[in-house]
Every structure is written in structure tokens, then in C-alpha cells.
């Protein structure tokens, strides 16, 4: 029996009037008919007696209605309390990070925090190479990414910044002494990019297969984290793209980091399964973006 029926039954009782039942359902007249005829005939016999002028109750639907008043009030407060707590935020919300947590990152943490102090942010890392699972596998609720994600489960938010592109090489690299590099020169470095698991907008992000003009870039083998990555740079088997951010993060005196021109910008964003969506995910999301503006207004100031 959907409780949806038992719902419309007893709204009819009090109000004994179709359209005003189905203004307090927000469903049509017809709807309310339907839903009462459904009950009816799971019960086997009328519930109510309906002429063209009055609605009431049949000594059946009398009798019905005062065994189920006691219990359908439980389940309805039951409902609310659930829905009232579906939309508090609080408890602990856990965040995937990719290589190490960014300026970005922890400004948001640090202002879904203050605004929600019944709710703590735990820290996780996910793989560059494999953004996603840990979220299908429920070990994190929410998680920044590169954008954009082609996922139909997923769901993003706007972007958190918008930034350069680097290559980095190692000193040892030809390259490496240049102020910057242009797009079209990426055909002759071969790339490190990202292993088999990662989706295919992330690896081309990473290592494009072709420059903006259609030429071929050669691949130097794959990697399923940043740190890989840097130990990969370090020994001049390859160049790799970061977005600036990372670079500033992870000096280190065998590598270099070369300002890449012709490339769009890195995006940074927010993930989390459209099915596993809640209010604590909604106000981290809001949470980002204020934090992202405030920066940008010190930025300014």
C-alpha cells in the first residue's frame, strides 16, 4: 500500500472536498480520484460516498480511518523529522583532494566551517588518475576536480578558479631555461599522462594527444598520481602538465616549471554523485564560492 494513497484518504476525510483535498496535495481534483479509487480497490469496498453535490465518509471508511488515524500520524511525523533532518547540516562531511590540498581547498573548508560549526570537514586524497571511485564507493562525499566532468552520475559545480598552464621538465630538459612554451611546441615533448582508469576528458586535460593546430603529441607512459608524475619529471622521462597553483606548491630544485601559452586554463571544481546529493554537499558547494569570491576581493583590494 503507497502512503501517498493513505495520505490522500485521509486529507479527503477532513476537508470531504475534492478540489480542496488536492489543493492541500498539490495534485489535481483527478489525481485525488484516482488515488482514492487505487485505495478502494486494494480494500475491496468503498471508502467514501460521493454524489454531484457532498463527499463523506462510508461506516467502512469511518471505521478505517480511526485504526489508521494513530499510525499515519507516527509515519507523517516520521517523514518530517527525516526531512527536517535531511536539511540540517551538520555531522561529518568527508572531501576529496587530488595531490595536495590547494590554497583553493582549504579556503573552503575553512568557510563551510565557520558557517556551519556543527559540521566537520575531513580531509581525503584521491587519485589523479581515478577521481570518481572513492565517491561511487561512498568513501567521500564530495570532491574537487579538474573540470569539466563527463560523468552522467555527477554533478559539478562552477568553476573555483581559472588559471595558467605549466610544463613541467626537468633541469636537465632542453626546454627548461625558456620563459615559456607554446602549445604547438608540445609536439616535440613527449607527455606524461594518466593511466587507463582516468576518464577520457581528464587525460587529454593532462596530456593532450594533439596540439591546438592537429599536431601529434608523443606520450612518455602514464602515471596515477601527481607525485608519480614528479618523480617521472625528475629523471627526464617526460614533460608534464600542472596548473599553476601546483607548480608553486611543489618547487623543487630538479625541476622546472615553464608557462605554457596557447592552452585553455586549468578549472578547478567541486563533484559529488547526483543520487548521494544533500544539503551538507549544497552548503559546501555555496561555501566554495564564497570563499572563491572573498579571495578574488582581497585580490582586488
Given amino acids: 500500500m503507497e502512503f501517498r494513497e493513505l495520505e ?150 562552477p568553476a573555483l578558479n581559472n588559471v595558467p598552464v605549466c610544463l613541467g621538465l626537468s633541469k636537465r630538459h632542453p626546454l627548461a631555461s625558456r620563459r615559456t612554451v607554446g602549445a604547438e611546441e608540445l609536439a616535440g615533448v613527449p607527455l606524461i599522462g594518466l593511466d587507463s582508469r582516468a576518464p577520457r576528458p581528464l587525460r587529454e586535460l593532462i596530456a593532450p594527444t594533439a596540439t591546438p593546430e592537429g599536431r601529434p603529441v608523443p606520450s612518455a607512459g602514464t602515471v596515477a598520481t601527481s607525485q608519480e608524475g614528479f618523480t617521472q619529471v625528475a629523471l627526464n622521462r617526460g614533460g608534464m602538465l600542472f596548473c599553476s597553483p601546483t607548480a608553486a606548491q611543489h618547487g623543487r630544485p630538479d625541476i622546472v616549471f615553464v608557462p605554457v601559452t596557447g592552452l585553455p586554463p586549468s578549472r578547478l571544481g567541486l563533484a559529488w554523485l547526483r543520487s548521494a546529493e544533500t544539503a551538507t554537499i549544497r552548503a559546501f558547494n555555496e561555501a566554495a564560492a564564497t570563499a572563491i569570491r572573498s579571495r578574488a576581493g582581497d585580490l582586488v583590494a
Avoid: K, W
Fill in 8 to 157: 490522500c484518504f485521509v486529507v479527503l476525510s477532513e476537508e470531504l472536498h475534492f478540489a480542496r483535498a488536492a489543493e492541500r496535495l498539490y495534485v489535481s481534483p483527478g489525481r485525488v480520484s484516482q488515488l482514492v479509487r487505487a485505495l478502494e480497490t486494494r480494500i475491496g469496498a468503498r471508502l467514501f460516498e460521493r454524489t454531484s453535490r457532498s463527499v463523506r465518509l462510508t461506516p467502512l471508511g469511518e471505521r478505517f480511518l480511526a485504526d489508521l488515524r494513530p499510525a499515519y500520524d507516527g509515519l507523517a511525523a516520521a517523514m518530517e523529522r527525516a526531512r527536517a533532518g535531511a536539511r540540517r547540516v551538520e555531522g561529518v562531511l568527508r572531501v576529496g583532494f587530488q595531490g595536495s590540498p590547494s590554497d583553493v581547498v582549504m579556503a573552503t573548508v575553512r568557510a563551510f566551517e565557520r558557517r556551519n560549526p556543527r559540521c566537520e570537514v575531513v580531509l581525503a586524497e584521491v587519485l589523479l588518475s581515478d577521481p570518481f571511485s572513492r565517491l561511487r564507493d561512498g568513501e567521500v562525499d564530495v570532491t574537487f576536480t579538474l573540470l569539466p566532468v563527463e560523468e552522467p552520475d555527477v554533478v559539478t559545480g
